[in-house]
């Protein structure tokens, strides 16, 4: 299983810090999305960065990826009250483009105001 | 442009009845998916329809759980008969390329007593 893997599993900063999340996953990909979901709602997609990307930028949030490591990261900068949600990487497996998109446990980000 | 829509949002049904959810996805998008979230957790794929086709049901129980995409359009989730362990939200998304940006709409909560 390509599966995510999100570290830490919760977080919690104060309003104005960085927030930094992790993926890990375990087989080779052809794309890597984030995902943010309000508590009770559906999900909401924040960025997509392709296999031979290393590096994507949208507006406060920075999306990197090591393809040697099978890790991807997530930084949330100066971050806000709303930014607290749950937050998803999901993976496809190369082979299997577009197919099967598998979504990791999630980090629990809280902001504190 | 109207989102994912899905009904109901909240089904209360106790064990071994039967229940069915319903999604409409956005206009012309041709992927489909059902996931299934437990709390706490994250989406798990159950289904993935290309148009009317189905790409990938591996991971549905298919001894209690059926799914079509008649039209290529909107789409039905059935579980029959439900366990306690069905208790979830079931999430459908849709995205316009096979291996694009999902959209999700609000999901149904289901809680089986």
């Known amino acids: 299983s390509q599966q995510g893997e999100e570290d830490p599993q919760a977080l919690s900063i104060q309003e104005g810090e960085n927030a930094t999340m992790n993926c890990s996953y375990k087989?080779?990909?052809?794309?890597l999305q984030w995902y943010r979901q309000n508590s009770g709602r559906g999900l909401v997609h924040l960025i997509l960065?392709?296999?031979?990307?290393r590096e994507k930028h949208s507006g406060r949030l920075r999306v990197t990826l090591d393809t040697s490591k099978k890790s991807s990261s997530l930084l949330i900068t100066a971050s806000r009250a709303a930014d607290t949600a749950s937050y998803f990487c999901?993976?496809?497996?190369?082979?299997?483009?577009?197919?099967?998109?598998?979504f990791g446990p999630g980090t629990r980000l809280s902001v504190l105001p | 442009e109207a989102g994912v829509a899905q009904s109901p949002r909240y089904k209360i049904i106790e064990k071994r009845q039967s229940v069915a959810f319903w999604c409409n996805p956005i206009?012309?998008?041709?992927?489909l998916y059902w996931y299934q979230q437990i709390l706490g957790q994250g989406p798990k794929l159950l289904i993935q329809?290309?148009?009317?086709?189905?790409?990938?049901d591996s991971q549905l129980p298919k001894d209690r759980f059926s799914a079509e995409r008649l039209k290529g359009v909107d789409s039905t989730l059935k579980i029959q008969p439900a366990k306690l362990e069905d208790s979830a939200v079931y999430l459908c998304?849709?995205?316009?390329?096979?291996?694009?940006?999902?959209?999700f709409g609000e999901g149904s909560r289901l809680t089986v007593l």
């Open positions: 998304a849709s995205s316009f390329l096979m291996a694009g940006e999902l959209f």
């Open positions: 087989t080779s990909i052809n794309n």
């Open positions: 960065i392709r296999s031979n990307e």
């Open positions: 999901a993976t496809d497996g190369a082979g299997n483009y577009g197919q099967n998109f598998v």
């Open positions: 206009s012309g998008h041709a992927t």
């Open positions: 329809f290309q148009n009317n086709g189905v790409v990938d």
